[in-house]
């Protein structure tokens, strides 16, 4: 069984930089897509990056390009979500998901999900 744990978030301040960790069980992490999602209060989730097996390819939503980061060290079996100039938008529980195609994660149909981590963004 795959477990997926998510860390690192917290109450900040607009403007202010987070950055989310997802540790996964299993010694097949390097072969697997890893995404980010975040669903606020009343809202669908929502994709918010994505980053192949090797790292080579990655893709964000429009919302946070150029503010949020995915990286994943393999050694570790973690994947990382850098969040610099935060806004109050972008307050929301926010997953870790697990796949083995990228278009499929990014499509919000990983196998497998971690229990969320809460980001609170205050103006």
């Known amino acids: 069984q795959v477990q997926l744990v998510e860390s690192g978030g917290g109450l900040v301040q607009a403007g202010d930089s987070l950055r989310l960790s997802c540790a996964a069980s299993g010694r097949t992490f390097s072969t697997y897509t890893m995404g980010w999602f975040r669903q606020a209060p009343g809202r669908e989730r929502e994709f918010v990056a994505a980053?192949?097996?090797?790292?080579?390819?990655?893709a964000y939503a429009d919302s946070v390009k150029g503010r949020f980061t995915i990286s994943r060290g393999n050694a570790k079996n973690t994947v990382y979500l850098q969040m610099n100039s935060l806004k109050p938008e972008d307050t929301a529980v926010y997953y870790c998901?697990?796949?083995?195609?990228?278009?499929?994660?990014?499509?919000?149909?990983?196998?497998?999900w971690g229990q969320g981590t809460q980001v609170t963004v205050s103006s």
């Open positions: 980053i192949n097996w090797s790292g080579g390819s990655t």
């Open positions: 998901s697990r796949g083995p195609v990228f278009n499929t994660v990014v499509a919000g149909r990983g196998d497998y």
